[in-house]
């Protein structure tokens, strides 16, 4: 048996592909397809989202950090309810436009806190619909 699969193997070898040839699915991308881009880039805006964050940064770390590049507003590291640590996210808002293009330039890919942070322009929180309760089995109807 291991005969034939070094014999097979020496034949895939010497054919073009080699051994890919030998162990591929079968499965060829297009070469020419467009890849998609799952997020596009937000609107500028005043405000940022931070990802990445360490589990022990604070909102006033985060403040303090983001007061380089311009005069911050609020910072707000988003927390667990039950633990108090941070979910590895915040907002940072700053006065104007220009200091918070500054701050998204100056923070994105930097260390803080030990960890690797990304800035980006925040999305607007899309409004949710109030949940149907059409059931009447414990409503007053």
Known sequence: M???MRAA???AVGTTRGLRRLFSTGFVPPMNSPVPNPRQEAEPSNNLFVSGLNKRTTSEGLHKAFAAFGEVVQARVVT???SGFSKGFGFVRYATLEDAAKGKQG???QFLDGWVIFAEYARPRTPTPPPENNSTQYGRY
């Open 9 to 11: 193997a020496a034949a």
């Open 107 to 109: 923070m994105d890919g």
């Open 80 to 82: 667990d309810r039950v």
């Open 2 to 4: 291991a005969l034939t």
